[in-house]
């Protein structure tokens, strides 16, 4: 074989064998990039010694307060009567209405025959503090959202709202004449701020006629417009976190917009246990 010929081989060789790489190299697939999946929220260490510090904070607090909590006997569900009985014994509840995973812890006090007062505390990372709240400014009820067992007795409903970080109190009560409240409320960096306030004053004259005042945030609106807002503030129940009600309210729709069994509010040896956790 002469020099060209071989020359020509080699370069034939070379060329197949190029080829050939070519062609695996392409048959090889890349690999399937592995799909991330979300990650679940975890439970950091530090929130979890944050959650244990509160809980343990606000065992002391009703510990501290357990003879008040006792003492408020005829908390009820409607069609129950607590005459000369008790009532559900369910004062205390757990919340987290800021959104920071460290509820809120609220609680009914009596000190004295039947008058009740609310409670709300916060966590502020090394103690729980309570929390003062407009809207009960007068000499009935201390500043706070009462429950009253005097004339037509107090009912109230204290829920979480659906929109982030909300807080309302219904509550009404009577005597000569009917009053229903609406407080609303945002809880931001622990403290309470009073949003809008609504009432309905229902009475009747000598003659028999019926009267309804709505008012919003102290002005007078129209009977329309103070239902609608009614209604839609008790649309906004998320959680029904303490409620009573010293008689049936058959014309309030709250009450049929949450289970009471599945309402957050629990005994005091619930609490002490929950919070001993």
């Avoid at 530090?46 to 809980?55: C, D, L, P, S």
């Avoid at 065992?59 to 008790?86: C, D, F, H, L, M």
């Avoid at 709250?254 to 919070?275: E, M, N, P, R, V």
Wanted: with cysteine; proline share 3%.
């Amino acid at each position: 074989m002469n020099t060209k010929t071989r020359l020509k081989s080699a370069i034939a060789i070379v060329i197949s064998a190029l080829l050939i790489l070519s062609i695996v190299g392409c048959s090889k697939k890349e690999p399937k990039k592995e799909e991330k999946k979300p990650s679940k929220p975890k439970v950091t260490e530090k929130h979890e010694q944050n959650r244990k510090a509160a809980y343990s904070a606000y065992k002391t607090v009703i510990e501290q307060n357990s003879t008040t909590i006792k003492a408020y006997s005829w908390q009820t569900v409607p069609g129950k009567n607590t005459y000369n009985a008790r009532g559900i014994d369910r004062p205390i509840a757990l919340c987290d209405v800021d959104g920071d995973k460290i509820p809120e812890l609220f609680f009914f006090t009596s000190q004295n025959q039947g008058i009740a007062r609310l409670h709300i505390y916060t966590f502020n990372g090394k103690e729980a503090v309570e929390r003062s709240y407009a809207g009960f400014n007068d000499d009935v009820n201390g500043g706070r959202l009462s429950d009253v067992m005097a004339a037509a007795g107090t009912s109230y409903v204290v829920y979480k709202g659906k929109e982030a970080n909300t807080l309302y109190m219904y509550d009404s009560s009577g005597d000569d004449y009917m009053q229903y409240n609406i407080h609303k409320y945002t809880m931001k960096n622990s403290k309470l701020e009073l949003v809008e306030t609504l009432s309905n004053r229902v009475s009747q004259d000598d003659s028999g006629n019926t009267s309804d005042v709505y008012k919003r945030n102290g002005k007078t609106v129209p009977n329309a417009q103070g239902g609608k807002s009614f209604t839609s503030s008790f649309a906004q129940l998320d959680k029904a976190i303490i409620f009573s009600t010293y008689r049936d309210e058959n014309n309030v729709s709250l009450w049929k917009k949450f289970s009471f069994d599945g309402a957050l509010c629990i005994s005091y040896d619930q609490a002490i246990t929950k919070l001993s956790e």
